[in-house]
């Protein structure tokens, strides 16, 4: 399957083929005159690479995926993202409940809202977290 096929079947640019190339993702088999071509597989392996960089992982951990006897996924590592995940879903529904409660506040001001300020508390915390994270 040459590369204009694999991009019309993909959905990606060329560019991203060439780029998960470069980073080992994918290999092309060979080359028909200035063509990259690729097994038919090459798609279950862009399937693999999407579904792992909508979930959040690097494509580094995605690489690290691929083996020459084919994927494999560790387990525990799935589940660890999946906590993480469930820990995301649970702030960001707690700021959608914030963002509709500022919206619908009878008070004066957000700033005189005890609710409101309550979001903030906890914005302020959370961003907290996440700088000291970094810094670890």
Known sequence: MDIGKVVEQSGL????????????LIRPVGRKGLRRMYDADVLDRLALIALGRNAGFTLVEIAAMFTPDGPRIDREQLATRADQLDRTIRQLIAMRDGLRHAAKCPAPSHFECH???????????????RKTRRHI
């Open 115 to 129: 609710k409101f300020q309550r979001f903030l508390n906890v914005a302020l915390k959370n961003r907290r977290k």
């Open 13 to 24: 640019p060329a560019s991203t083929l060439r780029y998960y190339e470069e980073k080992g």
